[in-house]
């Protein structure tokens, strides 16, 4: 398997433009986690699916955030409209657990968005 | 809720000697306890975990670290270090019995590691 694989790695867009994240999951993984990353707040989670539903989205900071995973093998995380403070590295994490198996969580290489 | 804890922002060291992350959490149950690295503009990789069993839980690289119930800890170590440790270090835990947010990962802050020769 390639990993969590997130796209684009990197985006600049201006200040009230729509930004949609993107992340593929590690295929047969149950659990996909949203993550933003800045060095004044750290890692922070935003949202969780597991089994393609949201179950915690106390992490997101606005209504400007949402996020979707219409499928196991797909989620967005979308902000509209963006503004300057939302820029930050965006993780995607993927992992399988319950069951027989229990893994740790991978990671995707991240997202670096810039709202200019 | 729970919450993980890393007190030092910045840990610095000399190649060779040994080294030690500190890392305490909050859980209402049993814990699951996780430690990654992230070296600059990578994602987060893992390094190693305990779920249960022995509290000495062994990793990648040469990294250890221990699980002390009573103090809720889980410090991450290594006997000799290298200069090539020097990144950034989370500890993560994730508590399965949650009620209403079962299986939540949270991180901490993350800890600065610098190794020098």
């Known amino acids: 398997d390639a990993g969590v694989i997130q796209s684009p790695r990197h985006e600049v867009t201006e200040m009230g433009q729509e930004v949609t994240l993107r992340c593929k999951p590690i295929?047969?993984?149950?659990?996909l986690f949203w993550y933003r990353q800045t060095m004044m707040r750290g890692l922070e989670l935003l949202i969780y699916?597991?089994?393609?539903?949201?179950?915690?989205d106390s992490g997101m900071p606005e209504d400007r955030f949402s996020a979707k995973m219409p499928n196991a093998s797909f989620s967005t995380l979308k902000i509209q409209p963006s503004e300057p403070r939302d820029s930050a590295v965006y993780f995607c994490?993927?992992?399988?657990?319950?069951?027989?198996?229990?893994?740790?969580?991978?990671f995707g290489q991240g997202t670096r968005l810039t709202v200019v | 809720a729970q919450s993980v804890a890393q007190p030092e922002d910045q840990v610095n060291v000399a190649e060779g000697n040994p080294l030690t992350v500190k890392c305490t959490y909050s859980?209402?149950?049993?814990?699951?306890l996780f430690w990654y690295v992230q070296y600059p503009n990578r994602g987060l990789q893992f390094l190693l975990k305990?779920?249960?069993?022995?509290?000495l839980v062994k990793g990648s690289y040469g990294f250890e670290a221990e699980f002390n119930k009573s103090q809720t800890s889980f410090h991450l170590k290594k006997p000799s270090a290298l200069v090539s440790d020097s990144a950034l270090y989370f500890c993560?835990?994730?508590?399965?019995?949650?009620?209403?947010?079962?299986?939540?990962?949270?991180f901490g802050t993350g800890t600065q590691l610098k190794v020098e020769l």
């Open positions: 295929s047969g993984h149950d659990y």
């Open positions: 859980v209402s149950g049993n814990p699951y």
């Open positions: 994490a993927s992992t399988i657990w319950g069951g027989v198996v229990d893994t740790e969580a991978f």
């Open positions: 305990y779920i249960t069993g022995d509290n």
């Open positions: 699916f597991n089994n393609n539903v949201p179950i915690d």
């Open positions: 993560a835990v994730r508590d399965p019995i949650l009620t209403g947010g079962g299986n939540k990962l949270t």
